[in-house]
């Protein structure tokens, strides 16, 4: 596989995982579970890691797609932008959850307030993941910027 190929992989998880993790979360929070507190804890840990492999594997990917007629810096660009706020927010997110996996070894009581901390936190994210999702499709799937195909008779 190329680096485009990987990026493609990688890409998704965190964005469609993104919303999994706030539902987890929320789902937590609600039944006030613990168990169910870590496994968001968890979650978020592991859109962490796939959003670093995706990070690393876009300039690879970027270097492949330029070659293809019509695809400009001025059509990644904003891709990049987005992703790179996407990518520091999850990595935030990251360090708070396994802040948290620690805190469950010491500090359970704040778990439910450190839970909410990262919920909050995964909802503002959530407007980057779909930014840098749509943009990213933009690149190569001009349907999502030309909408419906219209036929010349």
């Known amino acids: ?52 492999l995706a990070y690393l594997t876009g300039d690879g990917a970027e270097e492949i797609i330029k070659t293809y007629p019509g695809i400009t810096e001025d059509i990644i660009e904003p891709h990049e932008s987005f992703a790179l706020l996407f990518f520091i927010g999850l990595m935030v997110t990251t360090a708070l959850s396994m802040v948290g996996l620690y805190m469950t070894k010491t500090k359970v009581n704040l778990l439910g307030r450190f839970n909410l901390v990262l919920l909050i936190a995964a909802i503002l994210l959530s407007f980057f993941a779909v930014k840098t999702g749509s943009t990213g499709g933009s690149i190569r799937h001009t349907e999502i910027n030309q909408g419906e195909y219209k036929q010349v008779k």
């Open 1 to 52: 596989m190329n680096s485009a190929q990987l990026h493609l992989v990688f890409t998704h998880l965190p964005i469609v995982g993104l919303g999994f993790a706030i539902f987890v979360n929320l789902l937590a929070i609600i039944k006030k579970s613990v168990e169910l507190q870590k496994l968001s804890l968890w979650c978020y840990l592991i859109l962490g890691i796939f959003a670093l």
